[in-house]
Nanobody, 124 residues
């Protein structure tokens, strides 16, 4: 059974840092492509990063490029989203997602499995 569980969200001041974790089970990062998405109240779900670890490619959205980075611990089946220089506009529920294709995609509809989400709030 495929499962994704996010953690690490919380309240942080602008300019601060936070690292989110996504623990996955039922598959390996070599088989699926992965994504981080976020959704703020009243807004559509936005792609933050997408990756194909089998192809060694990671893409970042323009709004987070240079501030967020993605890494994995394959031995523990964990994907991380390291967030720095956080801004109030980064406030959202953050989700990790897995796609049954090894090609990275920013389109949320391409993803087959989702975590429950973790809230990130950045105060000004």
């Amino acid at each position: 059974e495929v499962q994704l569980v996010e953690s690490g969200g919380g309240l942080v001041k602008a300019g601060g840092s936070l690292t989110l974790s996504c623990v996955v089970s039922g598959f390996t990062f070599d088989d699926y492509s992965m994504g981080w998405f976020r959704q703020a109240p009243g807004k559509e779900r936005e792609g933050v990063s997408c990756a194909s670890f089998s192809d060694n490619v990671i893409y970042y959205g323009d709004s987070v490029k240079g501030r967020f980075t993605v890494s994995t611990d394959s031995a523990k089946n964990i994907m991380y989203l390291h967030m720095s220089s956080l801004k109030p506009e980064d406030t959202a529920v953050y989700y990790c997602a897995a796609r049954l294709e090894p090609v990275a995609s920013y389109t949320s509809y391409d993803y087959n499995y989702w975590g429950q989400g973790t809230q990130v709030t950045v105060s000004s």
